[in-house]
Protein backbone atom coordinates (compact mmCIF):
# COMPACT_ATOMS: atom_id res chain seq x y z
CA UNK A 1 0.00 0.00 0.00
CA UNK A 2 2.15 3.64 -1.00
CA UNK A 3 1.59 6.92 0.13
CA UNK A 4 -0.49 9.19 -1.57
CA UNK A 5 1.35 12.58 -3.25
CA UNK A 6 0.20 16.01 -4.10
CA UNK A 7 1.41 16.42 -7.42
CA UNK A 8 1.95 14.66 -10.18
CA UNK A 9 4.75 16.78 -12.33
CA UNK A 10 8.40 18.69 -10.84
CA UNK A 11 10.34 21.36 -11.63
CA UNK A 12 13.93 20.83 -12.03
CA UNK A 13 14.63 22.72 -8.57
CA UNK A 14 12.57 20.73 -6.78
CA UNK A 15 14.52 17.63 -8.26
CA UNK A 16 17.70 19.03 -7.18
CA UNK A 17 16.71 19.61 -3.63
CA UNK A 18 15.51 16.10 -3.26
CA UNK A 19 18.56 14.48 -4.71
CA UNK A 20 20.59 16.60 -2.05
CA UNK A 21 17.63 15.26 1.15
CA UNK A 22 17.67 11.69 -0.49
CA UNK A 23 21.58 11.72 0.14
CA UNK A 24 20.92 13.21 4.14
CA UNK A 25 18.39 11.06 4.92
CA UNK A 26 20.75 7.77 3.12
CA UNK A 27 23.30 9.68 6.10
CA UNK A 28 20.93 10.01 8.72
CA UNK A 29 19.75 6.23 8.12
CA UNK A 30 23.80 4.75 8.27
CA UNK A 31 24.47 6.36 11.80
CA UNK A 32 20.84 5.49 13.04
CA UNK A 33 20.83 1.36 12.07
CA UNK A 34 24.28 2.13 14.20
CA UNK A 35 22.80 2.72 17.71
CA UNK A 36 18.74 2.55 17.88
CA UNK A 37 16.88 -0.24 18.97
CA UNK A 38 14.51 -1.74 16.73
CA UNK A 39 11.21 -3.66 17.61
CA UNK A 40 11.78 -7.36 17.17
CA UNK A 41 9.07 -9.60 17.60
CA UNK A 42 9.31 -11.97 14.53
CA UNK A 43 5.84 -10.87 13.02
CA UNK A 44 4.35 -11.50 9.84
CA UNK A 45 1.72 -9.68 7.69
CA UNK A 46 0.24 -9.71 4.18
CA UNK A 47 -0.96 -7.89 0.91
CA UNK A 48 -3.37 -9.61 -1.35
CA UNK A 49 -3.92 -8.19 -4.55
CA UNK A 50 -6.90 -8.94 -6.35
CA UNK A 51 -8.76 -8.66 -10.01
CA UNK A 52 -12.23 -7.67 -10.95
CA UNK A 53 -13.99 -9.70 -13.15
CA UNK A 54 -17.43 -9.25 -15.00
CA UNK A 55 -19.86 -12.11 -13.43
CA UNK A 56 -21.37 -12.64 -16.81
CA UNK A 57 -18.59 -12.25 -19.54
CA UNK A 58 -15.34 -12.63 -17.30
CA UNK A 59 -14.18 -10.00 -18.84
CA UNK A 60 -12.38 -7.18 -16.59
CA UNK A 61 -14.63 -4.87 -14.48
CA UNK A 62 -13.76 -1.28 -13.73
CA UNK A 63 -15.55 -1.22 -10.72
CA UNK A 64 -12.81 -1.27 -8.15
CA UNK A 65 -14.12 2.20 -7.19
CA UNK A 66 -17.65 0.86 -6.22
CA UNK A 67 -16.41 -2.35 -4.79
CA UNK A 68 -14.09 -0.41 -2.08
CA UNK A 69 -17.46 2.34 -1.60
CA UNK A 70 -19.25 -0.68 -0.64
CA UNK A 71 -16.77 -2.46 1.77
CA UNK A 72 -15.58 1.01 3.44
CA UNK A 73 -12.81 -0.35 5.39
CA UNK A 74 -9.62 0.93 5.14
CA UNK A 75 -7.86 -2.59 4.96
CA UNK A 76 -9.12 -2.71 1.27
CA UNK A 77 -7.50 -0.12 -1.03
CA UNK A 78 -7.23 0.72 -4.65
CA UNK A 79 -4.53 -0.39 -6.55
CA UNK A 80 -2.83 1.23 -9.74
CA UNK A 81 -5.51 -0.77 -12.51
CA UNK A 82 -9.01 0.22 -11.82
CA UNK A 83 -10.27 -3.58 -12.18
CA UNK A 84 -7.51 -4.40 -9.10
CA UNK A 85 -7.72 -3.90 -5.27
CA UNK A 86 -5.93 -4.96 -2.80
CA UNK A 87 -6.32 -6.27 0.86
CA UNK A 88 -4.30 -5.94 3.99
CA UNK A 89 -4.10 -8.33 6.81
CA UNK A 90 -3.55 -7.86 10.34
CA UNK A 91 0.44 -8.44 11.59
CA UNK A 92 0.40 -11.98 13.41
CA UNK A 93 2.60 -14.61 14.38
CA UNK A 94 3.85 -17.87 12.75
CA UNK A 95 3.84 -20.01 15.87
CA UNK A 96 1.06 -21.61 17.32
CA UNK A 97 -1.79 -21.76 14.88
CA UNK A 98 -1.10 -18.03 13.46
CA UNK A 99 -0.42 -19.63 9.68
CA UNK A 100 -3.94 -21.19 10.34
CA UNK A 101 -5.25 -18.03 11.70
CA UNK A 102 -3.76 -16.31 8.39
CA UNK A 103 -5.66 -18.75 5.99
CA UNK A 104 -9.12 -17.98 7.78
CA UNK A 105 -8.53 -14.25 7.21
CA UNK A 106 -7.57 -14.69 3.86
CA UNK A 107 -10.86 -16.62 3.27
CA UNK A 108 -13.12 -14.58 4.88
CA UNK A 109 -11.93 -11.37 3.74
CA UNK A 110 -11.86 -12.59 -0.32
CA UNK A 111 -15.28 -13.40 1.14
CA UNK A 112 -16.04 -10.52 1.79
CA UNK A 113 -15.01 -8.16 -1.14
CA UNK A 114 -16.37 -11.17 -3.49
CA UNK A 115 -19.82 -10.34 -2.06
CA UNK A 116 -19.23 -6.59 -2.31
CA UNK A 117 -17.84 -7.19 -6.40
CA UNK A 118 -21.43 -9.07 -6.67
CA UNK A 119 -23.11 -6.29 -5.83
CA UNK A 120 -21.88 -4.51 -8.92
CA UNK A 121 -21.79 -7.25 -10.80
CA UNK A 122 -18.46 -8.89 -10.58
CA UNK A 123 -16.52 -11.34 -8.96
CA UNK A 124 -13.15 -10.91 -7.20
CA UNK A 125 -10.65 -13.37 -8.98
CA UNK A 126 -7.30 -14.15 -6.90
CA UNK A 127 -5.03 -15.08 -9.93
CA UNK A 128 -1.70 -13.60 -11.25
CA UNK A 129 -2.82 -12.53 -14.41
CA UNK A 130 -6.49 -11.84 -15.34
CA UNK A 131 -6.66 -14.38 -18.10
CA UNK A 132 -9.27 -12.06 -19.96
CA UNK A 133 -7.28 -9.17 -20.27
CA UNK A 134 -7.29 -7.74 -23.65
CA UNK A 135 -4.51 -5.17 -25.06
CA UNK A 136 -6.93 -2.40 -26.07
CA UNK A 137 -7.93 -1.91 -23.00
CA UNK A 138 -4.44 -0.51 -21.99
CA UNK A 139 -4.14 1.49 -25.09
CA UNK A 140 -7.35 3.37 -23.33
CA UNK A 141 -7.34 6.00 -20.48
CA UNK A 142 -9.82 3.61 -18.56
CA UNK A 143 -7.40 1.20 -16.88
CA UNK A 144 -5.90 3.37 -14.69
CA UNK A 145 -7.41 3.98 -10.88
CA UNK A 146 -7.86 7.74 -9.32
CA UNK A 147 -4.93 9.29 -7.34
CA UNK A 148 -2.11 11.34 -7.83
CA UNK A 149 0.07 8.64 -7.17
CA UNK A 150 -0.95 6.73 -9.81
CA UNK A 151 -1.17 9.38 -12.39
CA UNK A 152 2.46 10.68 -11.05
CA UNK A 153 3.62 7.43 -11.61
CA UNK A 154 2.89 7.02 -15.15
CA UNK A 155 3.98 10.32 -16.33
CA UNK A 156 7.52 9.49 -14.46
CA UNK A 157 8.34 6.08 -16.02
CA UNK A 158 7.04 7.57 -19.60
CA UNK A 159 8.87 10.19 -19.25
CA UNK A 160 12.21 8.75 -18.13
CA UNK A 161 11.85 5.96 -21.20
CA UNK A 162 11.44 8.58 -23.75
CA UNK A 163 9.46 6.44 -25.72
CA UNK A 164 6.68 3.56 -25.63
CA UNK A 165 6.66 0.62 -23.52
CA UNK A 166 7.41 -2.39 -24.94
CA UNK A 167 6.82 -5.63 -24.07
CA UNK A 168 8.52 -8.78 -25.90
CA UNK A 169 8.27 -12.02 -24.11
CA UNK A 170 8.57 -15.74 -25.49
CA UNK A 171 5.85 -17.69 -25.44
CA UNK A 172 3.86 -20.29 -27.55
CA UNK A 173 3.95 -18.87 -31.82
CA UNK A 174 5.67 -15.68 -32.05
CA UNK A 175 4.84 -14.75 -27.97
CA UNK A 176 3.93 -11.26 -27.16
CA UNK A 177 5.50 -8.21 -28.90
CA UNK A 178 3.46 -5.13 -28.18
CA UNK A 179 4.06 -1.78 -27.51
CA UNK A 180 2.27 1.09 -25.03
CA UNK A 181 2.10 4.58 -24.55
CA UNK A 182 1.68 4.29 -20.55
CA UNK A 183 2.56 1.88 -18.31
CA UNK A 184 -0.55 0.06 -18.37
CA UNK A 185 0.90 -3.36 -18.37
CA UNK A 186 1.97 -3.50 -14.90
CA UNK A 187 -1.95 -3.41 -13.85
CA UNK A 188 -2.24 -6.19 -15.29
CA UNK A 189 0.42 -8.09 -12.12
CA UNK A 190 -1.50 -9.20 -8.67
CA UNK A 191 0.40 -10.47 -6.17
CA UNK A 192 0.74 -12.09 -2.86
CA UNK A 193 3.39 -9.90 -0.88
CA UNK A 194 4.67 -11.20 2.28
CA UNK A 195 6.22 -9.11 5.19
CA UNK A 196 8.70 -10.24 8.02
CA UNK A 197 10.08 -8.39 10.85
CA UNK A 198 13.80 -8.96 11.18
CA UNK A 199 16.09 -7.32 13.55
CA UNK A 200 18.96 -5.39 11.81
CA UNK A 201 22.30 -8.22 13.00
CA UNK A 202 19.82 -10.56 10.94
CA UNK A 203 18.35 -8.91 8.06
CA UNK A 204 21.49 -9.88 5.11
CA UNK A 205 21.36 -13.22 6.06
CA UNK A 206 17.19 -13.46 6.13
CA UNK A 207 17.63 -11.31 2.29
CA UNK A 208 20.01 -13.67 1.08
CA UNK A 209 17.86 -16.76 2.65
CA UNK A 210 15.07 -15.16 0.32
CA UNK A 211 16.59 -14.67 -2.81
CA UNK A 212 18.46 -18.55 -2.63
CA UNK A 213 14.95 -19.52 -2.22
CA UNK A 214 13.36 -17.13 -4.82
CA UNK A 215 13.52 -19.39 -7.83
CA UNK A 216 12.14 -22.22 -6.20
CA UNK A 217 9.35 -20.69 -4.53
CA UNK A 218 7.97 -19.01 -7.53
CA UNK A 219 8.04 -21.98 -9.58
CA UNK A 220 6.02 -23.91 -6.45
CA UNK A 221 3.40 -20.85 -6.56
CA UNK A 222 3.38 -19.91 -10.60
CA UNK A 223 -0.03 -18.71 -11.67
CA UNK A 224 0.25 -16.20 -14.63
CA UNK A 225 0.65 -18.24 -17.85
CA UNK A 226 -1.76 -16.33 -20.25
CA UNK A 227 -1.51 -12.75 -21.22
CA UNK A 228 -3.60 -10.83 -23.75
CA UNK A 229 -4.73 -14.16 -25.24
CA UNK A 230 -0.94 -15.84 -25.72
CA UNK A 231 0.14 -18.28 -23.86
CA UNK A 232 3.27 -17.46 -22.38
CA UNK A 233 5.47 -17.93 -19.02
CA UNK A 234 4.39 -20.10 -16.04
CA UNK A 235 4.79 -16.59 -13.98
CA UNK A 236 4.13 -14.20 -16.74
CA UNK A 237 4.26 -11.65 -14.29
CA UNK A 238 7.79 -11.79 -13.75
CA UNK A 239 8.88 -10.67 -17.06
CA UNK A 240 5.71 -7.96 -17.75
CA UNK A 241 6.26 -6.23 -14.12
CA UNK A 242 10.04 -5.68 -15.03
CA UNK A 243 9.66 -4.63 -19.01
CA UNK A 244 6.39 -2.29 -17.89
CA UNK A 245 8.32 -0.50 -15.71
CA UNK A 246 11.34 -0.16 -17.49
CA UNK A 247 12.53 3.40 -17.29
CA UNK A 248 15.84 2.57 -19.57
CA UNK A 249 15.83 3.16 -23.64
CA UNK A 250 17.21 0.41 -25.09
CA UNK A 251 21.11 2.10 -25.29
CA UNK A 252 20.62 2.20 -21.56
CA UNK A 253 20.09 -1.52 -20.96
CA UNK A 254 22.51 -2.49 -23.49
CA UNK A 255 25.37 -0.18 -21.48
CA UNK A 256 24.16 -2.21 -18.40
CA UNK A 257 21.91 0.25 -16.51
CA UNK A 258 20.08 -1.93 -14.17
CA UNK A 259 16.24 -2.08 -14.37
CA UNK A 260 14.22 -0.91 -11.80
CA UNK A 261 12.25 -4.06 -10.83
CA UNK A 262 15.34 -5.81 -10.38
CA UNK A 263 16.66 -8.95 -8.50
CA UNK A 264 20.05 -7.39 -7.65
CA UNK A 265 23.42 -8.32 -8.48
CA UNK A 266 24.93 -9.43 -5.10
CA UNK A 267 24.88 -11.21 -1.68
CA UNK A 268 25.02 -8.59 0.86
CA UNK A 269 26.41 -7.84 4.26
CA UNK A 270 24.01 -5.42 5.98
CA UNK A 271 20.40 -3.63 5.21
CA UNK A 272 22.63 -0.96 4.25
CA UNK A 273 23.63 -2.35 1.48
CA UNK A 274 20.56 -2.03 -0.30
CA UNK A 275 19.36 1.20 0.44
CA UNK A 276 22.45 2.65 -0.74
CA UNK A 277 22.48 0.87 -3.77
CA UNK A 278 18.69 2.13 -4.51
CA UNK A 279 20.43 5.56 -3.38
CA UNK A 280 23.06 5.30 -6.05
CA UNK A 281 22.11 3.86 -9.01
CA UNK A 282 18.77 5.09 -9.51
CA UNK A 283 17.39 8.43 -9.83
CA UNK A 284 14.29 9.64 -8.16
CA UNK A 285 10.88 9.24 -9.90
CA UNK A 286 8.53 10.81 -7.76
CA UNK A 287 10.82 13.69 -6.11
CA UNK A 288 8.57 15.15 -3.30
CA UNK A 289 10.15 16.60 -0.73
CA UNK A 290 9.11 16.18 3.10
CA UNK A 291 8.26 19.39 2.99
CA UNK A 292 5.62 19.36 0.33
CA UNK A 293 4.43 16.35 1.68
CA UNK A 294 3.95 18.00 5.20
CA UNK A 295 4.96 15.41 7.13
CA UNK A 296 6.98 15.77 10.53
CA UNK A 297 10.57 14.94 10.83
CA UNK A 298 10.53 12.89 13.61
CA UNK A 299 7.90 10.04 15.22
CA UNK A 300 6.79 10.92 18.93
CA UNK A 301 8.97 8.66 19.56
CA UNK A 302 12.27 10.59 17.92
CA UNK A 303 12.86 7.84 14.84
CA UNK A 304 13.80 9.38 12.23
CA UNK A 305 10.62 9.39 9.33
CA UNK A 306 13.24 10.02 6.68
CA UNK A 307 10.48 10.75 3.80
CA UNK A 308 12.51 11.48 1.00
CA UNK A 309 14.47 7.66 1.87
CA UNK A 310 11.17 6.00 1.87
CA UNK A 311 9.47 7.51 -0.87
CA UNK A 312 12.25 6.27 -3.29
CA UNK A 313 12.61 2.84 -2.32
CA UNK A 314 9.16 2.44 -3.06
CA UNK A 315 9.74 3.44 -6.91
CA UNK A 316 12.66 0.74 -6.81
CA UNK A 317 10.95 -2.73 -7.06
CA UNK A 318 13.20 -5.62 -5.70
CA UNK A 319 11.93 -8.71 -5.69
CA UNK A 320 12.63 -8.88 -2.20
CA UNK A 321 12.71 -5.65 -0.50
CA UNK A 322 13.96 -3.71 2.72
CA UNK A 323 11.29 -2.09 4.47
CA UNK A 324 12.29 0.94 6.97
CA UNK A 325 9.10 1.70 9.26
CA UNK A 326 9.93 4.10 11.66
CA UNK A 327 6.36 3.34 13.66
CA UNK A 328 5.42 5.79 16.23
CA UNK A 329 7.39 4.99 19.30
CA UNK A 330 9.91 1.69 17.72
CA UNK A 331 11.13 1.32 14.65
CA UNK A 332 11.21 -1.82 12.86
CA UNK A 333 12.53 -3.40 9.88
CA UNK A 334 10.77 -5.64 7.71
CA UNK A 335 11.78 -8.07 4.78
CA UNK A 336 9.06 -7.89 1.91
CA UNK A 337 9.00 -11.26 0.14
CA UNK A 338 7.09 -9.57 -3.86
CA UNK A 339 7.45 -12.29 -6.07
CA UNK A 340 4.25 -14.48 -5.43
CA UNK A 341 1.28 -14.43 -7.64
CA UNK A 342 -2.57 -14.16 -6.32
CA UNK A 343 -4.23 -17.53 -5.54
CA UNK A 344 -5.26 -19.97 -6.39
CA UNK A 345 -7.54 -19.96 -2.63
CA UNK A 346 -6.69 -19.42 0.47
CA UNK A 347 -5.18 -22.75 1.79
CA UNK A 348 -3.06 -22.26 -1.65
CA UNK A 349 -1.45 -18.95 -0.41
CA UNK A 350 -1.47 -19.76 3.17
CA UNK A 351 0.94 -23.02 2.24
CA UNK A 352 3.16 -20.52 -0.35
CA UNK A 353 3.78 -18.53 3.02
CA UNK A 354 4.28 -21.48 5.02
CA UNK A 355 7.09 -22.18 2.34
CA UNK A 356 8.86 -18.77 2.91
CA UNK A 357 8.66 -17.84 6.51
CA UNK A 358 9.97 -21.83 7.53
CA UNK A 359 12.92 -21.57 4.35
CA UNK A 360 13.89 -18.11 5.74
CA UNK A 361 13.91 -19.49 9.44
CA UNK A 362 15.74 -22.56 8.94
CA UNK A 363 18.16 -20.73 6.16
CA UNK A 364 19.29 -17.95 8.58
CA UNK A 365 20.46 -20.26 10.86
CA UNK A 366 22.29 -22.68 9.19
CA UNK A 367 25.87 -23.10 10.02
CA UNK A 368 27.01 -23.04 6.59
CA UNK A 369 24.93 -20.57 4.75
CA UNK A 370 23.68 -21.85 1.61
CA UNK A 371 24.21 -18.51 -0.31
CA UNK A 372 27.90 -19.42 0.72
CA UNK A 373 27.92 -21.95 -1.59
CA UNK A 374 26.32 -20.73 -4.66
CA UNK A 375 27.27 -17.78 -6.84
CA UNK A 376 24.55 -14.70 -7.13
CA UNK A 377 24.28 -15.23 -10.94
CA UNK A 378 23.22 -18.85 -9.88
CA UNK A 379 20.04 -17.29 -8.25
CA UNK A 380 19.41 -15.12 -10.49
CA UNK A 381 19.40 -17.78 -13.30
CA UNK A 382 17.22 -20.37 -11.06
CA UNK A 383 14.62 -17.73 -10.62
CA UNK A 384 14.27 -16.85 -14.19
CA UNK A 385 14.23 -20.42 -15.06
CA UNK A 386 11.74 -21.24 -12.43
CA UNK A 387 9.51 -17.96 -13.98
CA UNK A 388 9.14 -19.48 -17.77
CA UNK A 389 9.12 -23.25 -17.02
CA UNK A 390 7.23 -23.39 -12.87
CA UNK A 391 7.90 -26.75 -11.65
CA UNK A 392 8.56 -28.30 -15.16
CA UNK A 393 12.20 -26.24 -14.89
CA UNK A 394 15.52 -27.60 -13.85
CA UNK A 395 17.83 -25.72 -11.69
CA UNK A 396 21.17 -25.49 -10.01
CA UNK A 397 22.03 -26.56 -6.92
CA UNK A 398 24.55 -26.92 -4.07
CA UNK A 399 26.32 -30.26 -4.20
CA UNK A 400 23.12 -31.52 -6.58
CA UNK A 401 24.28 -29.92 -10.01
CA UNK A 402 21.24 -29.77 -12.00
CA UNK A 403 17.76 -30.98 -11.24
CA UNK A 404 13.87 -31.12 -11.65
CA UNK A 405 13.14 -28.31 -9.31
CA UNK A 406 10.08 -30.51 -8.70
CA UNK A 407 12.47 -32.94 -6.77
CA UNK A 408 14.22 -30.31 -5.19
CA UNK A 409 11.37 -28.95 -3.52
CA UNK A 410 10.35 -32.58 -2.65
CA UNK A 411 13.47 -33.94 -1.19
CA UNK A 412 15.09 -30.62 0.29
CA UNK A 413 13.06 -27.62 0.28
CA UNK A 414 10.03 -28.05 1.89
CA UNK A 415 11.02 -30.46 4.72
CA UNK A 416 13.60 -27.32 5.42
CA UNK A 417 10.57 -25.26 5.54
CA UNK A 418 8.79 -27.84 7.94
CA UNK A 419 11.73 -27.77 10.02
CA UNK A 420 11.77 -24.35 9.97
CA UNK A 421 7.83 -23.87 11.04
CA UNK A 422 8.38 -26.33 13.98
CA UNK A 423 11.46 -24.10 15.04
CA UNK A 424 9.07 -20.94 14.96
CA UNK A 425 6.73 -22.74 17.07
CA UNK A 426 4.02 -23.72 14.69
CA UNK A 427 1.68 -26.10 16.08
CA UNK A 428 2.08 -29.55 14.28
CA UNK A 429 -1.34 -29.90 13.06
CA UNK A 430 -0.50 -26.81 11.16
CA UNK A 431 2.88 -28.14 9.54
CA UNK A 432 1.17 -30.61 8.39
CA UNK A 433 -1.42 -29.16 6.98
CA UNK A 434 0.63 -27.29 4.86
CA UNK A 435 2.83 -30.00 4.53
CA UNK A 436 0.07 -31.89 3.01
CA UNK A 437 -0.71 -28.87 0.94
CA UNK A 438 2.82 -28.07 -0.72
CA UNK A 439 3.68 -31.79 -0.97
CA UNK A 440 1.30 -32.38 -3.08
CA UNK A 441 1.23 -29.52 -5.49
CA UNK A 442 5.18 -30.66 -6.21
CA UNK A 443 4.36 -34.25 -6.86
CA UNK A 444 1.51 -33.67 -9.06
CA UNK A 445 3.34 -30.70 -10.51
CA UNK A 446 -0.65 -29.47 -10.53
CA UNK A 447 0.33 -25.12 -9.65
CA UNK A 448 -2.22 -22.65 -10.77
CA UNK A 449 -0.07 -22.49 -13.80
CA UNK A 450 -0.22 -25.87 -14.60
CA UNK A 451 -4.20 -26.01 -13.84
CA UNK A 452 -5.04 -23.14 -16.00
CA UNK A 453 -2.76 -24.14 -18.97
CA UNK A 454 -4.20 -28.09 -18.82
CA UNK A 455 -7.95 -26.10 -18.66
CA UNK A 456 -7.31 -24.07 -21.67
CA UNK A 457 -5.98 -27.05 -23.79
CA UNK A 458 -8.93 -29.31 -23.17
CA UNK A 459 -11.48 -26.76 -23.86
CA UNK A 460 -10.00 -25.69 -27.67
CA UNK A 461 -9.71 -29.39 -27.93
CA UNK A 462 -13.70 -29.20 -27.32
CA UNK A 463 -13.92 -26.64 -30.21
CA UNK A 464 -13.47 -23.29 -28.25
CA UNK A 465 -11.25 -20.91 -29.76
CA UNK A 466 -8.64 -19.02 -27.29
CA UNK A 467 -11.26 -16.19 -26.13
CA UNK A 468 -13.69 -18.45 -25.50
CA UNK A 469 -11.67 -20.75 -23.69
CA UNK A 470 -10.10 -18.03 -21.37
CA UNK A 471 -13.61 -16.89 -20.12
CA UNK A 472 -14.74 -20.34 -19.84
CA UNK A 473 -11.46 -21.23 -17.81
CA UNK A 474 -11.88 -18.40 -15.47
CA UNK A 475 -15.32 -19.23 -14.61
CA UNK A 476 -14.06 -22.22 -14.14
CA UNK A 477 -11.25 -20.92 -12.16
CA UNK A 478 -13.53 -19.15 -9.50
CA UNK A 479 -15.81 -21.98 -9.16
CA UNK A 480 -13.03 -23.87 -7.61
CA UNK A 481 -11.99 -20.75 -5.78
CA UNK A 482 -15.28 -21.33 -4.03
CA UNK A 483 -14.62 -24.97 -3.16
CA UNK A 484 -11.66 -23.73 -0.80
CA UNK A 485 -9.70 -26.94 -1.82
CA UNK A 486 -6.44 -26.84 -2.80
CA UNK A 487 -5.17 -26.55 -6.87
CA UNK A 488 -3.35 -29.65 -7.16
CA UNK A 489 -6.82 -30.92 -6.11
CA UNK A 490 -9.01 -29.13 -8.79
CA UNK A 491 -10.76 -31.20 -11.60
CA UNK A 492 -10.00 -30.92 -15.44
CA UNK A 493 -12.45 -30.91 -17.95
CA UNK A 494 -11.06 -34.25 -19.39
CA UNK A 495 -11.71 -35.41 -16.25
CA UNK A 496 -15.44 -34.62 -16.60
CA UNK A 497 -15.98 -37.11 -19.02
CA UNK A 498 -15.03 -40.00 -17.43
Given at each position: MGREITDTRYTRGQRTRYRHALRRNLDIFERFLDTAEFVDEGTIGVELEMNLADADTWQPALSSVEVLDALDDPDFVHEIGVFNLEMNLPVTHP???????????????????????????????PVGHLPTLEEDLFRSGAWRSPGARYAALDHAVSEARGEEIALSIKGEGKGLEATFDSIGPEAACTSMQLHLRVPPEQFAAAWNAAQVIAGPQLALAANSPFLFGRRLWHETRIPVFVQSLDTRPPEYAAQGVRPRVWFGERWITSMFDLFEENVRMFPALIPESRSMAE???????????????MLHNGTVWRWNRPIYDPGTNVPHLRLENRLLPAGPTAVDMAANAALFYGLVRTLVHERRPLWSRMSFEQARENFETCARWGLEGRVRWPRLGRV?????????????AMDGLRDLGADGSVVDRYEHVLAERARSGRNGARWQIDTVTSLELRGMDRPQALAEMTRRYRECVD????VHEWPLPVQEQR
Open positions: DGDGLRMLEQQLEQRMQRADAAAQASGARIVEPLLTEGAAPRLHELRVADLLLEQLIPLSGAP
